[in-house]
Nanobody, 126 residues
Framework: QLQLVESGGGLVQAGGSLRLSCVASGSTFSNYHMAWFRQAAGKEREFVGG????????AYPDSVKGRFTISRDNAKNTVYLQMNSLKPEDTAVYYCAAGSRRRTIPGRTLSDYDYWGQGTQVTVSS
């Protein structure tokens, strides 16, 4: 059973940066594609970045492309989300997720992922 623990959230002003981390334990990290999702108050959880087990293939939605960067370090069992040029609309709880390697590209939907962290709050003030 894979466990995921996020950290790095906080309060930042618009235009600022944050780096989120997610540490995995309990299973072989490189067996999984990884992703970050976010959920704002009253809204559905949405995809913000995904990376294959090897780190070769990466996907972003248009809303964060050019501002967010997902990366992973398989030796440290960790996936990162570097967030730059943050906007108030980026305010949400950010979740790390892990899914099996049945696809060759990162999935963009909730059903592509089997394990989830508890989330970390990111608040961007205007």
């Amino acid at each position: 059973q894979l466990q995921l623990v996020e950290s790095g959230g906080g309060l930042v002003q618009a235009g600022g940066s944050l780096r989120l981390s997610c540490v995995a334990s309990g299973s072989t990290f490189s067996n999984y594609h990884m992703a970050w999702f976010r959920q704002a108050a009253g809204k559905e959880r949405e995809f913000v970045g995904g990376i294959t087990w090897s780190g070769i293939r990466i996907a972003y939605p248009d809303s964060v492309k050019g501002r967010f960067t997902i990366s992973r370090d398989n030796a440290k069992n960790t996936v990162y989300l570097q967030m730059n040029s943050l906007k108030p609309e980026d305010t949400a709880v950010y979740y790390c997720a892990a899914g099996s390697r049945r696809r060759t590209i990162p999935g963009r939907t909730l059903s592509d992922y089997d394990y989830w962290g508890q989330g970390t709050q990111v608040t961007v003030s205007s």
